[in-house]
């Protein structure tokens, strides 16, 4: 197995490989559909695409049980810093070797302030590349651009892009993405966790399996994805 990716609902992705524990966008405690315990999920590392509440989530809780180190841009690291957490930063573009695999930030269309309306810095989507090899696509918030066909020429094995419309692209928008990614597989989040954002994923899927050569799996909160 290169890799584990388990979708814990909205966009909390659980991510295992190469051994470690990876965490993403640790929304739990407050989020109506999620599938795991924040009490008890294991995390060596919590990447956050930005500083809103639905992506910051339990991220505090969590790094202070764990002592897992927080991956974020600049500024959101700063502020974590402040409250004890240990933090490594990047930003965008710049990519890292950390023990998981080589990680770079991308560029994400949204906003990213922090709950207490401090300054966030730029949102950001994360492109990893495993021990193995394959490259993971996590987009984050943000709407279509046409640079995700730069990120596309990388060779994406997994593409995780958010379909819900109003806050995100919606599916329209989230189709064209995977035409300009061109990834092996797709896995569709940030949808239908409140009714705003409500969306048929897998109508969405029947219509990138017809128009693209990706593979899509819609996934129940909980449910993992496993490469190969
Ligand atoms: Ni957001
Ligand atoms: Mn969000």
């Given at each position: 197995?290169?890799?584990?990716?388990?979708?814990?609902?909205?966009?909390?992705?659980a991510?295992?490989?190469?051994?470690?524990?990876?965490?993403?966008?640790?929304?739990?405690?407050?989020?109506?559909t999620?599938?795991?315990?924040?009490a008890?999920?294991?995390?060596?590392?919590i990447?956050?695409?930005?500083?809103?509440?639905?992506?910051?989530?339990?991220?505090?809780?969590?790094a202070?049980?764990?002592?897992?180190?927080?991956?974020?841009?600049?500024?959101?690291?700063?502020w974590?810093?402040?409250?004890?957490?240990?933090?490594?930063?990047?930003?965008?573009g710049?990519?890292?070797?950390?023990?998981?695999?080589?990680?770079?930030l991308?560029?994400?269309?949204?906003?990213?302030?922090?709950p207490?309306?401090?300054?966030g810095g730029?949102p950001?989507?994360f492109?990893?590349t495993?021990?193995?090899?394959?490259?993971?696509?996590?987009?984050?918030d943000?709407?279509?651009?046409?640079?995700?066909?730069?990120?596309?020429e990388?060779g994406?094995?997994?593409?995780?892009?958010?379909?819900?419309?109003?806050?995100?692209?919606?599916?329209?928008?989230?189709?064209?993405a995977?035409?300009?990614?061109?990834?092996?597989?797709?896995?569709?989040?940030?949808?239908?966790?409140?009714?705003?954002?409500?969306q048929?994923?897998?109508?969405?899927?029947?219509?990138?399996?017809?128009?693209?050569?990706?593979?899509?799996?819609?996934?129940?909160?909980?449910?993992?994805?496993?490469?190969?």
């Open positions: 197995m290169a890799f584990k990716l388990t979708w814990i609902g909205h966009a909390t992705l991510l295992e490989t190469n051994g470690y524990h990876v965490l993403v966008d640790p929304y739990i405690s407050q989020n109506p999620a599938s795991a315990d924040p008890a999920i294991a995390a060596d590392y990447l956050v695409t930005h500083g809103h509440g639905d992506h910051l989530g339990d991220t505090i809780e969590i202070k049980r764990t002592g897992a180190m927080v991956i974020a841009n600049f500024e959101i690291c700063n974590l810093e402040k409250k004890g957490i240990k933090v490594h930063s990047q930003h965008l710049g990519g890292f070797h950390h023990p998981f695999g080589y990680l770079k991308t560029k994400a269309m949204h906003g990213s302030a922090l207490d309306g401090s300054y730029n950001a989507g492109l990893l495993t021990h193995t090899g394959e490259k993971i696509y996590m987009a984050g943000t709407g279509l651009f046409g640079d995700m066909q730069l990120i596309g990388e994406i094995t997994l593409a995780v892009i958010p379909i819900g419309d109003n806050y995100t692209m919606g599916p329209d928008d989230a189709l064209r995977v035409k300009l990614l061109t990834p092996e597989h797709v896995i569709p989040i940030h949808y239908s966790t409140w009714g705003l954002i409500a048929d994923p897998h109508a969405w899927a029947a219509r990138v399996q017809a128009e693209t050569d990706a593979q899509v799996h819609v996934l129940a909160p909980g449910e993992g994805f496993i490469y190969p």
